[in-house]
């Protein structure tokens, strides 16, 4: 038996089911683990919106003294089997890497939620959460940020598709901030937008992005027929395609949260049947596939956009990143040319038929950022649509797939999620404004440098105990006015 005492900090408000079931169980899990353990429930008793860093800041100013090291754990966790190891740690670890709403895979490689283990010199180093985020959002992503500024360990890891063959120098088009181009489509190209049709890129969106602060939401437009068809990437950190029904309404299919890395990007749409699908790096996205619940609308013959949604609307939201190619089918590929096409990170030519892919007549649209002349994109399918850059810099950088990043050591803990009403994404956008104000804080203030971790945390904390309590023996219990 360990002789390290662990603290379970639970932050809590209006789920008495789930505390009901939460605090035996755990309780159960742990003593059966052989593992010293006290819980402390943090309730926060007002009405503002809930902020999930401050009341586990609060527990752990009040209780730092009765533990050697802490859990931050969700009242609607539950730990499975034999699979969550909650002892003694030396680092900041993450235990809550295969939830069962989200078929038990990981979030998305830099989640930090759930559950989350933490020495005390650690979190004291970082200044613990900040007590800015309110409602839900954002805390999370902002703890990781302290503890790569703060220089905690964390593991390196290589994430992605890797291989020695997966990386090269390219020519690239580089997007910045007023970047398109414009795509003047034949009849063929126009056509192929009434069927069915695929669309592929290679492609960089840069994370590095300034939102929008009197809007609800951000998107950066990738390719756009207007009025049609869009494929962009979002403030969520998603590439997001979407059509157009004939009520007017978008239907859409999102990619999975993305780090900053190259990205295979595959698109598909199946007019008879209605159904889009979305692939990333060889792989459909966890949302795929959507099937529209209406007839796409029949699209006009109009200019085709990269990097914006239309140049002379006036509008800021253009594409940074950077692309190194487009192609165009007027058919859905299957996921098997799609996955031949990706080739383990060595793209293949989508010009020459293989085994595994035999569609090249039915390619009507493809450029590559290596040929450019006179400001102008070489379509090398047999269409030679003519597709005119502005303000869009050629340069060669060296690109590959997968990526090295500073994630949470984890362990692979499965957990259940008792249900609940979710409060946080309706697709691409938040239910909630107050998400929208911790996603713009975030963005906008924290990743710039704008906010000083020593003066948002441990250290600025403010609270009043409006009651006390214990339960199950030592296990306590705390209300707090934040």
Same mark, same amino acid.
């Given at each position: 038996m360990?002789?390290?005492?662990?603290?379970?900090?639970v932050?809590?408000?209006n789920?008495?089911?789930?505390?009901?079931?939460?605090?035996?169980t755990?309780?159960?899990?742990?003593?059966?683990?052989?593992?010293?353990?006290?819980?402390?429930?943090?309730?926060?008793g007002n &009405?503002?919106?809930?902020n999930?860093?401050?009341?586990?800041?609060?527990?752990?100013?009040?209780?730092?003294?009765?533990?050697?090291?802490?859990?931050?754990?969700?009242?609607?966790?539950?730990?499975?089997?034999?699979?969550?190891d909650?002892?003694?740690?030396?680092?900041?670890?993450?235990?809550?890497?295969?939830?069962?709403?989200?078929?038990?895979?990981?979030?998305?490689?830099?989640?930090?939620?759930?559950?989350?283990?933490?020495?005390?010199?650690?979190?004291?180093?970082?200044?613990?959460?900040?007590?800015?985020?309110?409602?839900w959002?954002?805390?999370?992503?902002?703890i990781?940020y302290?503890?790569?500024?703060?220089?905690?360990?964390l593991?390196?890891?290589?994430?992605g598709?890797?291989?020695k063959?997966?990386q090269?120098?390219?020519?690239?088009?580089?997007?910045?901030?007023?970047? =398109?181009?414009?795509?003047?489509?034949?009849?063929?190209?126009?056509?192929?937008?009434?069927?069915?049709?695929?669309?592929?890129?290679?492609?960089?969106?840069?994370?590095?992005?300034?939102?929008?602060?009197?809007?609800?939401?951000?998107?950066?437009?990738?390719?756009?027929k207007?009025?049609?068809?869009?494929?962009?990437?979002?403030?969520?950190?998603?590439?997001?395609?979407?059509?157009v029904?004939?009520?007017?309404?978008?239907?859409?299919?999102?990619?999975p949260?993305?780090?900053?890395?190259?990205?295979? =990007?595959?698109?598909?749409?199946d007019k008879?049947?209605?159904?889009?699908r979305?692939?990333?790096?060889?792989?459909?996205?966890?949302?795929?596939?959507?099937?529209?619940?209406?007839?796409?609308?029949?699209?006009?013959k109009?200019?085709?956009?990269?990097?914006?949604?239309?140049?002379?609307?006036?509008?800021?939201?253009?594409?940074?990143? =950077?692309?190194?190619?487009?192609?165009?089918?007027?058919k859905?590929?299957?996921?098997?040319e799609?996955k031949?096409?990706?080739?383990?990170?060595?793209?293949?030519?989508?010009?020459?038929?293989?085994?595994?892919?035999?569609?090249?007549?039915n390619?009507?649209?493809?450029?590559?950022?290596?040929?450019?002349?006179?400001?102008?994109l070489?379509?090398?399918?047999?269409?030679?649509?003519e597709?005119?850059?502005?303000?869009?810099?050629q340069?060669?950088?060296?690109?590959?797939f997968?990526?090295?990043?500073l994630?949470?050591?984890?362990?692979?803990?499965?957990?259940?999620?008792?249900?609940?009403?979710?409060?946080?994404?309706?697709?691409? &956008?938040y239910?909630?404004f107050n998400?929208?104000?911790?996603?713009?804080?975030?963005?906008n203030?924290?990743?710039?440098?704008?906010?000083?971790?020593?003066?948002?945390?441990?250290?600025?904390?403010?609270?009043?105990?409006?009651?006390?309590?214990?339960?199950?023996?030592?296990?306590?219990?705390?209300?707090?006015?934040?």
């Open positions: 360990q002789k390290q005492k662990l603290g379970i900090l932050p809590y408000r789920r008495e089911d789930h505390l009901k079931y939460f605090v035996p755990i309780k159960e899990y742990l003593n059966d683990k052989g593992i010293q353990n006290s819980i402390y429930i943090i309730e926060q &009405k503002k919106p809930f999930r860093g401050k009341l586990l800041n609060v527990g752990y100013e009040l209780f730092k003294d009765e533990c050697d090291y802490f859990c931050f754990h969700d009242v609607d966790l539950i730990p499975q089997e034999d699979s969550c909650y002892s003694v740690v030396h680092r900041p670890t993450h235990l809550a890497s295969r939830l069962s709403k989200f078929n038990y895979q990981l979030v998305y490689d830099e989640y930090f939620g759930g559950v989350t283990l933490f020495t005390k010199n650690h979190f004291e180093l970082i200044n613990g959460f900040s007590n800015e985020y309110w409602g959002g954002y805390e999370d992503d902002d990781l302290r503890c790569r500024k703060r220089g905690v360990p593991s390196e890891n290589r994430l598709k890797y291989s063959l997966s090269e120098n390219k020519m690239v088009l580089q997007f910045i901030d007023k970047s =398109y181009i414009k795509v003047i489509p034949d009849q063929v190209l126009s056509d192929t937008f009434k069927d069915s049709f695929t669309i592929q890129l290679l492609l960089y969106p840069s994370h590095d992005l300034i939102l929008n602060e009197t809007s609800t939401y951000d998107e950066y437009f990738i390719l756009s207007k009025h049609y068809f869009n494929l962009s990437f979002t403030s969520g950190l998603q590439l997001k395609a979407s059509i029904d004939k009520n007017g309404k978008e239907w859409m299919v999102l990619s949260r993305l780090a900053e890395q190259w990205i295979h =990007y595959v698109f598909t749409y008879k049947s209605g159904i889009m979305s692939f990333v790096n060889g792989v459909e996205s966890s949302t795929s596939p959507v099937v529209m619940g209406g007839i796409s609308i029949s699209p006009a109009s200019f085709m956009y990269m990097g914006c949604d239309d140049p002379f609307t006036g509008k800021t939201n253009n594409f940074k990143g =950077y692309i190194n190619q487009t192609s165009i089918w007027n859905d590929l299957k996921w098997r799609i031949s096409l990706f080739n383990n990170g060595n793209i293949s030519d989508p010009l020459i038929n293989t085994q595994s892919y035999n569609s090249v007549e390619l009507v649209y493809h450029v590559n950022a290596e040929f450019v002349n006179d400001k102008k070489t379509d090398y399918s047999e269409f030679n649509t597709s005119i850059l502005s303000d869009v810099i340069k060669n950088i060296n690109v590959k997968g990526y090295l990043s994630i949470p050591y984890r362990r692979d803990g499965k957990f259940t999620c008792l249900e609940h009403q979710e409060s946080g994404w309706d697709n691409s &956008k239910k909630d998400s929208r104000e911790n996603q713009l804080r975030f963005f203030k924290v990743k710039r440098n704008l906010v000083d971790m020593k003066n948002d945390g441990l250290s600025t904390l403010d609270y009043k105990t409006l009651q006390t309590d214990t339960f199950m023996g030592e296990n306590k219990y705390v209300k707090v006015d934040i």
